[in-house]
């Protein structure tokens, strides 16, 4: 099997012990969501297992801004230029990108399928005085309630986690307010990124825990581009993330080999 032949299918979840999440959806890897419950104490500590994250999510937030900007004719240089507009965290993890969001002026509501998650986050939110709709939820919750929609759409890093990556994202799709967007960030599945971002990040560098992704479930932008194409949906990309190991930074780039963002658009 090589990474230009593979494809994605729909997987069955790996069994996890005590896993009695509130959240529930047919897009809930019990195992992925188990693990990252498990370390959801530590999701602010930029020293602790979410450091890769801390040193990636600058990058991550210009990107969005950058492109809410330009959707919406905002400027990002004013305080608070996304007043007024709404936004979906799918995801949210501990909030590191949901918090910046509602810096910016978004009205967050983020999501997450952990408990664990959603309280440390809940928590980080509260002491740093700052109002964001957080609740242990899927996505398919969410549609059912009939949330939203919202302007924005974030799902970062998320996809490659869940057991039905078509499913899970058509209808975080849904929730697209006309007018409005959805930005997916992930990693491809090439060869490129089985030796940098699944063998180097987690067996040499020791960036995330060992078995944290499985390069099976990454996505070629094309396939992300085919699950959405039955939706009413323009999108685009991809664009690129790279790292810069002499910086220790991370910056956009041409270069979508490892990870890299989607853009799409509802008119």
């Known amino acids: ?16 012990k005590e896993f009695n999440d509130q959240a529930a959806g047919p897009s809930i890897d019990p195992a992925d969501v188990a693990r990252f419950s498990v370390q959801a104490a530590e999701w602010w500590d930029a020293r602790g297992p979410f450091a890769p994250l801390h040193r990636f999510n ?6 969005v801004r950058d492109r809410a900007a330009e959707r919406f004719a905002r400027d990002p240089k004013t305080r ?3 007043a007024g507009l709404t936004l979906l965290d799918i995801g949210c993890g501990g909030g590191l990108i949901a918090e910046p969001m509602r810096r910016m002026g978004f009205q967050v509501t983020a ?15 509260e002491q740093s005085g700052l109002d964001i709709a957080y609740r242990a939820a899927t ?22 986690h869940v057991a039905d990556p078509e499913a899970f ?10 007018g409005g967007m959805m930005i997916v960030a992930t990693l491809n599945r090439t060869l490129k990124s089985l030796a940098l971002g699944k063998v180097a990040a987690e067996y040499v560098l020791r960036w995330v825990p060992a078995g944290t992704h499985d390069w099976r479930q990454f996505l070629k932008p094309d396939e992300i581009r085919l699950m959405l194409s039955q939706e009413p949906l323009a999108v685009s990309g991809p664009y690129g993330l790279v790292y810069d ?23």
């Open 58 to 63: 600058p990058a991550r937030l210009a990107f």
């Open 169 to 178: 994202i058509r209808c975080c799709s849904r929730l697209v307010k006309p």
């Open 1 to 16: 099997m090589t990474a230009s032949s593979d494809t994605v299918s729909v997987r069955e979840p790996r069994e996890a």
């Open 139 to 160: 996505v398919e919750q969410l549609e059912a309630e009939g949330a939203g929609p919202f302007d924005v759409v974030l799902t970062m890093e998320v996809i490659e």
């Open 80 to 82: 608070e230029p996304f």
């Open 111 to 125: 999501v997450d399928a952990s408990s664990e998650n959603i309280g440390t986050a809940r928590a980080h939110a």
């Open 245 to 267: 190991p002499l910086a220790d930074r991370w910056s956009e780039s041409s270069d979508a080999d490892i990870n890299y963002m989607m853009i799409a658009t509802r008119d």
